[in-house]
């Protein structure tokens, strides 16, 4: 039963939502009339150029996200903050990324939650710790090259903010010399030879622990495969993920006729040792 007296929820009004404007300094996303995208970082005194025009950044600066300006060509331009897929896909590289169809598949493959321990190597311009730490995990990185170190940790702070940049740290060290962490709940590698890491992996990971590895070649999965068998992993799985958007436009309903088909190859298996003896029923009984 109601009455008239209970209170009702209220509704929030324009002037009560706080709306954060574009600023100078922040990286954008400028959207074009054939939905090509540009990261731009916004700046007094800069501007933005095509071979329609250009505009001045000033146009956006303290405007709200969607705002759309005209380049002096009378060409269209839609800003707004972009996603993590992409920033990804656009920001500054040092290496080859992961594509964000197989970032998300990492997410869950491995199982990353807040407060999770990894061991990611072969940081390569930070696509994966990135996405790591947006999930809430602790993520040390080791990395071989220390140019791509060094642009790695360009991308994730300018991306992820303080916060999570407290809880990244990346090593120049090569992983198929050893691993110094213990008790880490994963391990993600982009390595070509990851087979060489799962040893080292075995006093690395806790028991129940993941190992994940991202190949291009699945003689490579099937090398890695053997590897984990021999090492006292169990539970494993690969897999590949194929991305196909549609066209929608009114009736016509089809397959874009381009996909974003094969980029590697996704291994992941529990550290289960053989070391670790069955309950027996008395025990698995509570008794």
């Known amino acids: 039963m109601t009455t008239g007296d209970e ?30 995208r540009y990261l731009v970082t916004l700046a007094e005194d ?13 146009d956006l600066i303290g405007r709200e996200e ?5 380049s002096t060509g009378g060409a269209k331009y839609t800003a707004i903050r972009p996603t993590l897929a992409e920033f990804v896909l656009k920001m ?13 598949a990492i997410l869950f493959m491995a199982d990353i939650y807040p407060g999770v321990r990894v061991l990611e190597s072969g940081v390569g311009s930070g696509a994966l710790s990135m996405t790591l730490l947006r999930a809430g995990a602790s993520v040390i990185g080791y990395e071989l090259r220390e140019e791509f170190a060094r642009v790695a940790l360009r991308n994730v702070a300018s991306w992820v903010g303080p916060e999570a940049t407290a809880r990244y740290q990346v090593e120049v060290r090569d992983c198929y010399d050893g691993i110094d962490e213990q008790g880490l709940d994963r391990i993600v590698l982009d390595l070509p030879e990851p087979w060489q890491v799962v040893q080292h992996a075995t006093t690395a990971l806790r028991t129940g622990g993941i190992l994940l590895a991202y190949l291009p070649t699945i003689t490579q999965a099937a090398e890695l ?11 494993a799985e690969t897999m590949e993920v194929l991305h196909r958007s549609w066209h929608i436009e009114g009736m016509s309903v089809r397959p874009d ?18 070391s670790v003896a069955p309950l027996s029923n008395a025990e698995f009984r509570g008794k």
Do not use: W
Not at 66 to 70: F, Y
Not at 257 to 274: I, Q
């Open 257 to 274: 006729h381009r996909m974003v088909a094969h980029t590697g190859f996704l291994t992941a298996a529990r550290y289960l040792p053989d």
């Open 225 to 235: 495969r053997r590897a984990l068998a021999d090492n006292g992993f169990r539970l």
């Open 66 to 70: 969607g705002t759309t300006v005209l």
């Open 46 to 58: 800069g501007q933005f150029h095509t071979h329609a025009g250009f505009f001045a950044h000033a």
């Open 92 to 104: 500054p590289r040092g290496a080859q990324v992961i594509y964000p169809k197989d970032l998300g």
């Open 7 to 36: 209170l009702q929820p209220e509704t929030p009004s324009s002037t009560s939502i706080a709306v954060r404007l574009l600023g100078a300094g922040e990286r954008i996303v400028i959207v074009d009339a054939k939905r090509r």
